[in-house]
């Protein structure tokens, strides 16, 4: 949390080190945002208007256009003709597709050098102060994405007041809220891609040959032996 090098971190290539699809992200992207609308929207259809129920005058002798109800849709105060209901946004989008934007979405922000990994957070107790300082010491300006775990309760409680800081559930991650910040935090728990991440693992110590037990004798070196003795 004050800025200095841990050590260093191989992320993961098939997170971070792909060529971004650009279609794909605009398509989930977009269907993203269409389901966060809400469709609640409604006008009235001149079945829906009240009154209109006579006929406003005569059908002719008046030189007038035929009317037969004063809640037609040209009339003021009348019906909406075509007029939007309540509706459903949402569009199906395969999960395939939307793991493939996030990648892409991650693998723009890395190629720009826009991740930052932090080991854990360091709160005793929830502090705004603190938190700012944090991200002032990791040198992350503009709109940060902070990628929290379930066990970074007090990190979220210190960071939730930061106008500029957007945080979201591990689990939660999407490309939407990748692409609109210039930077994106993670912890080493909360990095997608575990198994690409660190050093590769040391080779166990194999046993060394006098440690090694000895093989069983087989049948005939056995026979052999009794001949020889007697």
């Known amino acids: ?6 050590g260093e971190l191989v992320l993961a290539p098939e997170v971070f080190g792909i060529q971004p699809n ?3 992200l605009h398509q989930v992207v977009t269907a993203q945002l ?26 002719k002798g008046l030189g007038r256009a035929r009317q037969g109800s004063i809640r037609a849709p040209q009339w003021v105060g009348g019906g909406v003709a075509l ?10 989008t395969p999960k395939k597709m939307i793991r493939l934007a996030l990648h892409s979405a ?42 929290v775990g379930p066990e970074d309760d ?4 210190s960071l939730r007041n930061l106008p500029e800081v957007q945080l ?14 210039d930077w994106v935090l993670f912890t080493e728990a909360t ?11 040391e080779p166990a110590p194999s046993a060394s040959p006098a440690a090694a037990p000895e093989a069983p004798a087989s049948a005939e070196q056995s026979e052999a032996e009794e001949v020889g003795e007697s």
């Open 1 to 6: 949390m004050d800025g200095s090098a841990q």
């Open 22 to 24: 650009l279609a794909v």
């Open 34 to 59: 269409a389901a966060a609308r809400a469709g609640t929207q409604s006008t009235k259809t001149r079945a829906e208007v009240a009154g209109g129920g006579a006929k406003p005058f005569r059908q």
């Open 83 to 92: 007029g939007p209901k309540p509706r459903s946004y949402r569009q199906r």
């Open 106 to 147: 991650l693998a723009d922000r890395a190629a720009e050098g826009r991740v930052c990994v932090l080991d854990r957070w360091q709160f005793e107790q929830p502090s705004t102060k603190r938190a700012k300082a944090a991200l002032a010491a990791l040198g992350l300006r503009g709109r940060v994405l902070v990628v």
């Open 154 to 157: 007090l990190a979220a409680r």
């Open 168 to 181: 979201v559930a591990a689990g939660e991650l999407n490309a939407y809220d990748v692409l609109r910040s």
């Open 191 to 201: 990095l997608p891609g575990a198994e690409g991440r660190g050093a590769a693992a």
